[in-house]
């Protein structure tokens, strides 16, 4: 019910009780004594002739009701508009330029300045300001490939050829590292009532467990995952590692027949297209292997497409929702169970080998990766073919 219905049955209802009815009514409903007297004079007359038709539907008579704040005060608007947007509209030494704008201290700031307001008011007024709450958007990606959207079609492209001529495509990227203990892991699980899974209070690393460093390779056409967990460094050395492991435990016997591999990387980590240990590791990768490997890099910014991030590690991440990593063992295990609807199946191995950091590579060393560049930006699509060949 609306104002108008409410009062008015309230005085139906004691104009029926008869007397003492309107204390019974205002003690069982709440109104006040002047709402109830208000609708027994509604009862006992019509709706004044003297109203349009269009008004005969009010709920309050035409001026009715309490005045809007800034019909009393005129300035509060701009006053409000400044205080949040205080770059553009207002002061830029504004006290609240660097707290929290939240409509209870935009209200306490508004009173010091003398505007008499509360803060669900100021919410009104925000709102008829055409203001939100409002999260950061990430849309900056930093320097542009001179040549990104090419770049991508160009990816496209030479996936589409390898998989028609039956040849694997792997996609390859280092997963956000992990803490390993009784450390708090983002998620639910359900668990008996009461009986949460208990962790620590602070996440700091523990010095003996150390961290959890998942590396994953991705086969895009038969839809597999494979991981490597390790407490190492994540480099170069490492992702050519987890690719031989891949190729002698999975792709191998996916791809018997195969001679080439494609492989799309991001542009800048271990496995940047600048970093001249990336290259000559995959040397090593493909004189072991036998395979000519193609390496197409991501413009920078946008590891993101890269498909190992949204068609497995999601799922890792899903998987070990709400489960602390007490072992390395423990994200093995989660990373060898994850399967989904769609049909990816993913397999995991502990990586226990101790990685250098810091190597150089010589010029010298360089020159002995066997690479051809291809035409179209060669700095991020090239070819390393077994130097045996």
């Not at 002739?49 to 008579?61: G, H, K, M, N, V």
């Not at 990104?148 to 030479?158: G, L, W």
């Not at 209070?201 to 895009?220: C, N």
Request: hydrophobic letters at 30%; a positive charge.
């Amino acid at each position: 019910m609306n104002e108008r219905m409410r009062r008015q049955w309230a005085a139906a209802e004691a104009r029926g009780i008869g007397w003492g009815g309107r204390t019974a009514v205002v003690q069982a409903t709440g109104l006040s004594h002047n709402t109830l007297e208000a609708g027994v004079r509604e009862l006992q007359q019509a709706v004044p002739p003297e109203l349009p038709d269009s008004q005969r539907e009010w709920i309050r008579r035409p001026g009715a009701g309490r005045k809007p704040a800034t019909d009393h005060n005129p300035s509060l608007l701009n006053a409000l508009e400044s205080l949040v947007d205080p770059m553009t509209r207002g002061d830029p030494q504004s006290p609240l330029r660097w707290t929290c704008k939240s409509t209870r201290k935009l209200a306490e700031q508004l009173r010091e300045q003398g505007h008499q307001i509360g803060y669900r008011t100021v919410a009104r007024l925000l709102q008829q300001l055409h203001y939100s709450l409002q999260a950061n958007r990430k849309t900056r990606e930093g320097t542009s490939h001179p040549d990104r959207n090419a770049q991508f079609e160009y990816i496209n492209r030479q996936v589409c050829r390898f998989q028609n001529r039956g040849q694997p495509v792997v996609s390859v990227d280092t997963k956000k590292k992990e803490l390993v203990g009784d450390c708090k892991n983002g998620g639910r699980e359900y668990h008996p009532k009461g009986c949460p899974e208990e962790v620590r209070t602070h996440d700091f690393l523990d010095k003996d467990l150390g961290k959890a460093i998942p590396y994953g390779v991705y086969d895009l056409t038969a839809n597999e995952g494979w991981g490597r967990v390790g407490s190492e460094h994540a480099t170069a050395s490492v992702a050519a590692e987890t690719l031989r492991r891949w190729w002698s435990k999975m792709g191998s016997k996916v791809y018997p027949a195969a001679k080439e591999l494609l492989l799309t990387a991001d542009a800048g980590g271990s496995t940047g297209s600048r970093i001249r240990l990336w290259k000559v590791a995959m040397q090593e990768v493909a004189d072991a292997s036998g395979l000519r490997i193609k390496v197409c890099h991501f413009p920078p910014g946008t590891s993101k497409w890269n498909k190992i991030e949204h068609r497995m590690f999601c799922h890792l991440t899903e998987n070990w929702r709400g489960r602390p990593l007490r072992s390395l063992g423990v994200s093995v295990n989660l990373i060898g169970n994850t399967t989904t609807k769609t049909g990816l199946r993913s397999r995991a191995e502990l990586d226990t080998n101790a990685y250098k950091t810091g190597i150089k590579v010589s010029d010298e060393q360089l020159a002995l990766v066997k690479i051809k560049r291809d035409n179209f930006h060669g700095e991020g699509n090239y070819t390393i073919s077994p130097r045996t060949l």
